[in-house]
């Protein structure tokens, strides 16, 4: 399967923040979410991504082709939509959408029709008098029209009341009906990553902490509840994330399940009542407790 | 079925009605063409103009200075009309091409062969004429100075041409900051409002100079004429896709002629013997002929030239090159004929004939079938 | 890096900053159409009036060119819709240049061949065209400077400085060359004297010019991404 990105060993280096030896790839037709906190380094990833910015180290390619050298030619097929990303106030979506369909020759105006009604935006106002939500869906609208085979969107749903966000969503979602389409896309939002993404990357610190299909998470973390002594120690448990103890109840998280482990616990005096599955929110911030290891 | 044909039948009405807005463009032109032969027999003029005849009759006065009332405020009403026109068909940016194509590239072109060819005709005709007008004698003691310092040209005729870029400018600046408003409101106040509150609007342009006017041949916007040609340019803009709109004043045509041919023969006696400053009661006489005079012209034009014919519409599309090309021509056959002691109205009929003759020839073979046709035709 | 550009795209993006600024743009032309009338009245106070309106315009397109195009572009983060779009930072530097030599050139080579008209045409002395030329020259080199800087800095407080500062230092300057003889002396006569003076400031002021567009141009050209 060809990949619509591959980076190796890319790192980027700023005053007070370092992306380090990030290697990740997405095949063609797959569509990732980036998860991490502010800071995590997952803007400075898709300006990587876009060619905006250069690597201090390490190699881009996005559908074969090198960035940012490449980057006139790569970002013909790449839609990209930030959260810092502003239009022009005082112009309106239809002078945007007539500029972007001079830019790209695959601008598809039905589709871009069709996304206007969905996405209810009256095309002749002026952008500055949109609301936040009008204006990301503006945006998408102006990335989508185009019919990039790679889609880039940066906290897309940020700030989105829950209909906006559904829609948005939805959209997303009818992108990837086209099997060549990939989407990279970014969230504080674990519930829209677990919802439309087939794999998931976190970024903590400005380093890959883990990238893996979205079931592999689900099947290797746990929850269990349980009764255990007050005080208890679990040294010789790597796969334990997490334990919290409210009198001689006991949470404990896991991120790496295996079968034996309350048998192993039992031992230490440790009875597990309940074997949970955990969310990806529940997961993330999990791992970003434990110091960003997954 | 019947809703089609309607729909045709306006469409050839109104195309019939541009064709008349054409016409009315042409018919501006060639008088321009007349007006500036005549000048050579005005006596109002004698002492102004450097191909002024021996002879005069004041006959011409009479007639020059009505026509020069109408003729150019007529001419910039229809500009204003195409300006619209062209901006609603081709946009602005096509709209700025065809300014520099049919306007800015002719006056480029145009003004320093006019401005060369007028000069050394204006000399050689100082120093060879037996029979000079007052200027030309004065010119004639000026060039045997050899102190005479230079005097920086004009614009001369094409003056018309530099107006319409600015007022081409003038629409851009105005469709950008949405003066469109001010216009709509004026128009709104509906044809007979417009037709009375135009005079006031023109006033202060005459009232701000001399009368009869002068040509703005400056390299600066007259302010006068600004104001004097600027309404009529509006207007024209605002005209675009109501054709009809003064059509409810069609009873009142007669009366306002009436009207203007009574303030006309007012202002021509207040003219006196020469050019003076204007005062207001000069001015508002001149601002009621120009404005109600074209809006006459105006009307009879879409009612008698709304029809297509062969003959006009070569006259309609040389009309354009045979005002361009025309004054040194009638300038070299005024200056030949200023010795020869023929009738008035001799003169005055072969110079405009043999001028329209060349233009139209000229126009024939120089411009009608080669690419010039696209600046000039 | 190969130093290839992408015409149709930069013809777009400074059809873009037109359409984005033609309104403002059209008040100016509005204003500079009043100082050309005011010049029209041939009026000694519609004279100085109408060049010193026409001054202002000139100053006020050049600040005005670079802080629309560049300065409020960065601030109202239109810039990273901009470079998202299928263009290369030299493409982007390409256009915001020529978009901005238009903008400030077309006035600037119109207002100085009315001026130099003026002073040819009229009964003023034309030693005042040396004079003339050494301030529009000044006009040239502030307006360079400042879109240098505006292309390189991205602090708006050291933006609007040097933009103001630039522009006002045209008194000391007016001054300064008031002290030179060979400048001062032949502007109240009939005579153009380009003196050696004269000539070695305005080589300057061009040179300074140009050096401070190329250099700005090359280093943006020559960077490989944005950020």
Known sequence: MTAAFSVHGLCKRYDAFALQDITLELPEGSIMGLVGVNGAGKTTLLRLLTGLAAADAGSVVVHGLRLPEQQVEAKRSIGFASEDMRLYRKMSLDWHMRFIAQIYPTWDADYAAALLRRFDLRSSQAVGEYSHGQRVKALLLLSLARRPRLLLLDEPTTGLDPVARVEVLEALAEVLRDERRSVLFSSHNTHDIEQLADSIAFLHGGRLVAHADKERFFDQWRRLLGLGPVGLKLEGFPEIASIRAAGSQVEIKVRSWQADLPARLSKEGVEVQRIDPMTLEDIFVTSVRAGGQL | MGVARRFI?????????????????????????????????????????????????????????????????????????????????????????QRVRRILVPLVVFWPLTHVAMTRMTVLAAREVEHPSQVLSFLREWLLRDDAPMTLPSLGHLWFLYYLLLFSVLFWVGRCLDFGAVLRRWMAL?????????????????????APHPAPESYFPQLWALLVYGPFFALGVGLHGRLDFFEPLRPWLLPATFVCLGCYALFYHSLGSGQAEAPW???????????????????????????????????????????????????AIQYVLLDRDWPLIVKFTLTTLVTLALCFASYALLVRCTPLRRFVG | MKLECNLPVIRLLVQKDWQLFQKQLAAYVLAAFVALTLLGLAKPWSFYLGSLLLIVILVAVACFAISTSLLVERKEQTLAFVMSLPVSPLDFTLAKLAGNLLTFGVPFVVILGGTLAVILGTPLPNGLVVLAVLVF???????????????????????????????????????????????????????????????????????LSVVAIVFVAWRHGRRAAFY
């Open chain 2, 9 to 97: 039948e306006i469409a050839l009405m109104s195309d019939a009605r541009i064709h008349a807005f054409d016409h009315l463009r042409a018919l501006a032109m060639l008088l321009g063409v007349a007006f500036h032969v005549g000048l050579a027999y005005s006596p109002l003029m004698q002492s102004f103009w450097l191909t002024a005849d021996r002879r005069t009759w004041v006959g011409f006065d009479v007639v020059l200075w009505f026509l020069h009332l109408l003729r150019m405020p007529l001419f910039f009403l229809v500009a204003g009309f195409f300006t619209a026109w062209l901006d609603e068909r081709r946009g602005m940016g096509g709209l700025a091409r």
């Open chain 3, 137 to 207: 020259g000044h006009v040239l080199l502030a307006y360079s400077a400042s879109l240098a800087v505006a292309m390189h800095v991205e602090s708006e407080g050291w933006n609007t400085f040097v933009m103001i500062a630039s522009m006002v230092l045209i008194n000391p300057f007016l001054m300064a060359i008031g002290q030179i003889e060979e400048i001062a002396g032949p502007t109240q006569g009939d005579v153009i004297v380009w003196s050696s003076a004269a000539l070695m400031i305005l080589g300057a002021q061009v040179l």
């Open chain 2, 281 to 331: 009661a000069t001015a508002a006489l001149q601002a009621v002929i120009a404005a109600w005079g074209t809006l006459c012209c105006l009307m009879l034009g879409l009612r008698l030239l709304a029809r297509p014919s062969s003959k006009l519409r070569f006259v309609g599309a040389s009309a354009y090159w045979t005002y361009l090309a025309h004054l040194p021509l009638v300038f």
């Open chain 2, 190 to 210: 509906g044809a007979p409002l417009v037709a009375a509150t135009l005079p006031f609007l023109i006033l202060p342009g005459f009232a701000l100079t001399s």
